[in-house]
């Protein structure tokens, strides 16, 4: 099926479509990859209406990662609603890994591609980035260390050793290795949680 163009949507969709559409092209391309007349075409806007909405490459970039980061952080509140501090991680691991891929390698898109942005830019999307996404995460294990449903810890430390095991999947040559989203995260909070040995004794 074609994917609908910014011309057959109504005039409030046009931004939505740009920011949908480019983020798909980002992935696959990189930042320097992609130039805004390709972008228009495939969108099927011109570059003027391009500009319109957006001031630059830079401005539509940033605008791609933060409208991510905007519905990952409604995933993460929709978690933060679980009764114990396990199923809040549990079902924020599990709905960021039912993201479409796309949307998923945004993510690693950030850390890729932050060197070709401004100053500027990459100081305000690091405080975006912390303030929807990792923030998050430190603020739900801070709530289960202080509820006694996790050992005292370093929050930042565990919030990225976490991610750590996240990440690589968020990049297509490795998620072709999931056999499954349910194996994958299930063995993926199993061993944050539990460790790799479990309740062994070695």
Request: hydrophobic content about 45%; charged content about 25%; overall charge negative.
């Amino acid at each position: 099926m074609d994917r609908p163009t910014a011309a057959a949507s109504e005039p409030h969709d046009v931004r939505e479509t740009i920011l949908q559409e480019s983020g798909r092209l980002f992935v696959a391309r990189g930042y320097h990859g992609l130039a805004m007349r390709e972008l228009a075409e495939a969108v099927g806007v011109s570059k003027a209406a391009l500009y319109y909405h957006f001031t630059d490459k830079e401005d539509l970039f940033m605008a791609v990662l933060t409208s991510n980061l905007d519905r990952i952080e409604q995933v993460i509140n929709e978690a933060r609603k679980a009764p114990t501090t396990r199923l809040r991680i549990e079902q924020m691991v599990q709905a960021i890994f039912q993201r479409a891929p796309e949307q998923r390698a945004i993510i690693r898109l950030a850390s890729q591609e932050m060197d070709q942005l401004s100053e500027t830019a990459r100081a305000e999307f690091s405080r975006i980035y912390h303030e929807k996404f990792i923030g998050q995460i430190e603020a739900i294990i801070a709530e289960g260390i202080q509820s006694g449903e996790l050992r005292p810890m370093n929050t930042s430390l565990a919030t990225w050793l976490l991610l750590g095991m996240m990440y690589p999947f968020f990049y297509a040559a490795h998620a072709g290795e999931m056999t499954s989203f349910d194996e994958t995260t299930d063995l993926m909070l199993a061993i944050f949680f539990d460790g790799a040995a479990g309740s062994r004794i070695i």
